[in-house]
């Protein structure tokens, strides 16, 4: 009887032991990583460090041109997401940019991707819910959006900051990443059919 409990147990540590070994594999390497979180952190600190400057530098109404007619400095808060959606609601906000976080971290170790595209576009995107993160923690639900683009009188685009742009470029780099690694596979199932 003690046999076959040694069996089994052995066995079940044998079979532990290949799910981790091949689990393993998958992780990220050690570029992967410097990629990832240098990525992470410098975009992280450039969004907080952006966000100071120009909120220490400029007084509520303030505007600072950049490019005359087309770019500008302003102070803007904003309780919502993109476009100002979800308005007041810091409580939602703040759960999905941590189940955000999480939903990454959780791609990035375990996605098993070794393209460096997903890498970075994975780090950008990080830092970006990071920046806007801080803000609705540490800022009472708004977040400090700054960059003003507008055209005249009839076009003005919402104020954005550095981390909004992290999200936007990081989403971007994943759907050419997507697009990059679907095309070749596309051309083999064809040469194969």
């Known amino acids: ?15 532990i032991r290949a799910f981790l070994k091949h689990h393993m594999k998958m992780l990220p390497d050690s570029k ?17 460090w952006t966000k100071k400057v120009v909120f220490d530098r400029l007084e509520p109404g303030e505007i600072l ?4 007619g087309f770019l500008q400095l302003v102070r803007a808060l904003n ?3 993109a476009f100002g959606l979800f308005s ?22 375990f996605g098993g991707s070794r393209h460096k595209l997903v890498h970075i576009a994975l780090g950008l995107f990080t830092a970006g819910v990071c920046g806007n ?30 981390a909004d ?15 990059l690694t679907e095309m070749p596979a596309r051309k083999h199932d064809q040469q194969h059919k």
Do not use: Q
């Open 1 to 15: 009887m003690t046999e076959k409990r040694t069996e089994k147990s052995n066995a079940r540590m044998s079979s």
């Open 133 to 162: 993160l801080y803000d609705r923690i540490f800022n009472n639900g708004s977040v400090r959006d700054f960059i003003d683009v507008y055209y005249g009188e009839n076009f003005n685009w919402p104020a954005f900051n550095i």
């Open 79 to 81: 309780n919502g997401a």
């Open 32 to 48: 992967a990583h410097f990629i990832f979180w240098s990525l992470t952190a410098g975009g992280l600190a450039l969004d907080l």
């Open 65 to 68: 041109p950049v490019i005359d």
């Open 165 to 179: 742009s992290l999200l936007c470029i990081g989403v971007g780099l994943l759907i050419i990443s997507t697009l």
């Open 88 to 109: 007041g609601k810091s409580y939602f906000l703040t759960a999905t940019s941590i189940i955000a976080l999480v939903a990454i971290f959780v791609v990035f170790l």
